[in-house]
């Protein structure tokens, strides 16, 4: 009986490092919420940034020709680099800071932002644009009120697909220590602790697919002449 008892699971399912365990949930509710809340600052700040910068750079590759062969091929360039090679190159002008983490983002997502706002300004009718100046829209007026809105179903599907991948880039973050849930996944890993490995990796996965949902929910709120046409 004695030895029946030394040899008898521990009731803890931390202490059985099972992969799903409510436990460590409870117990580390506090962990949790912080890395969830830097995963969200950091996609958030990297998001923004990236848009501040696409948005002028496909407006000037729409309105000179010239310009687009160089922007599209240096935002291309920089999606080729690998993400450890991305942040080695920072690391002089950041060091290990939450920055470096999100410069890499940005330059990660120009390509997608860029090449979307640029298709989709490009997808514009001439004869839109030609109504629209007979009217006595002036250039910066054309731009907001006519061109902008007929390309925001392109643009939010490249935004889309920036925001998702830059829910899972952030979690390489975890190499300078500013990786939200990835700082988990990594020591998890490194421990082979197995709740910890996988609660961070389903938290980033509920992260990207309900943030693709709500802006999926924001074109189609801004968008209604698609949800006409698709119907």
Same mark, same amino acid.
Not at 34 to 60: C, M, N
Not at 89 to 118: D, E, I, Q
Not at 141 to 148: D, K, P, Q
């Given at each position: @009986?004695?030895?029946?008892?030394?040899?008898?699971?521990?009731?803890?399912?931390?202490?059985?490092?099972?992969?799903?365990?409510?436990?460590?949930?409870?117990?580390?509710?506090?962990?949790?919420?912080?890395?969830?809340?830097?995963?969200?600052?950091?996609? $958030?700040?990297?998001?923004?940034?990236?848009?501040?910068?696409?948005?002028?750079?496909?407006?000037?590759?729409?309105?000179?020709?010239?310009?687009?062969?160089?922007?599209?091929?240096?935002?291309?360039?920089?999606?080729?680099?690998?993400?450890?090679? @991305?942040?080695?190159?920072?690391?002089?002008?950041? $060091?290990?800071?939450?920055?470096?983490?999100?410069?890499?983002?940005?330059?990660?997502?120009?390509?997608?932002?860029?090449?979307?706002?640029?298709?989709?300004?490009?997808?514009?009718?001439?004869?839109?644009?030609?109504?629209?100046?007979?009217?006595?829209?002036?250039?910066?007026?054309?731009?907001?009120?006519?061109?902008?809105?007929?390309?925001?179903?392109?643009? @939010?599907? /490249?935004?889309?697909?920036?925001?998702?991948?830059?829910?899972?880039?952030?979690?390489? $973050?975890?190499?300078? $220590?500013?990786?939200?849930?990835?700082?988990?996944?990594?020591? /998890? @890993?490194?421990?082979?602790?197995?709740?910890?490995?996988?609660?961070?990796?389903?938290?980033?996965?509920?992260?990207?697919?309900?943030?693709?949902?709500?802006?999926?929910?924001?074109?189609?709120?801004?968008?209604?002449?698609?949800?006409?046409?698709?119907?």
């Amino acid at each position: @009986m004695t030895a029946e008892r030394a040899t008898a699971p521990p009731d803890d399912c931390l202490a059985r490092n099972e992969w799903i365990c409510g436990d460590y949930l409870s117990t580390r509710r506090e962990v949790l919420t912080d890395a969830v809340v830097q995963h969200l600052q950091l996609t $958030g700040a990297a998001i923004g940034l990236a848009l501040l910068l696409a948005l002028p750079l496909a407006i000037a590759a729409r309105r000179w020709r010239w310009a687009a062969g160089p922007v599209l091929g240096l935002t291309t360039l920089l999606y080729t680099i690998p993400a450890l090679a @991305m942040f080695s190159l920072l690391l002089p002008l950041y $060091g290990l800071s939450a920055g470096l983490v999100v410069a890499g983002l940005v330059l990660y997502s120009l390509t997608l932002l860029v090449r979307n706002l640029l298709a989709g300004l490009r997808a514009v009718p001439e004869e839109t644009r030609q109504a629209a100046r007979g009217l006595g829209y002036g250039p910066i007026r054309l731009l907001l009120a006519v061109e902008l809105p007929l390309a925001l179903p392109a643009a @939010m599907a /490249g935004l889309r697909i920036a925001t998702v991948s830059a829910v899972s880039l952030v979690t390489i $973050g975890a190499i300078v $220590g500013h990786g939200g849930l990835g700082n988990l996944i990594y020591s /998890g @890993m490194n421990t082979y602790f197995k709740a910890q490995v996988l609660t961070a990796s389903v938290l980033c996965v509920v992260i990207a697919v309900t943030a693709d949902l709500l802006l999926l929910g924001a074109q189609r709120l801004l968008t209604p002449w698609n949800r006409g046409r698709a119907a």
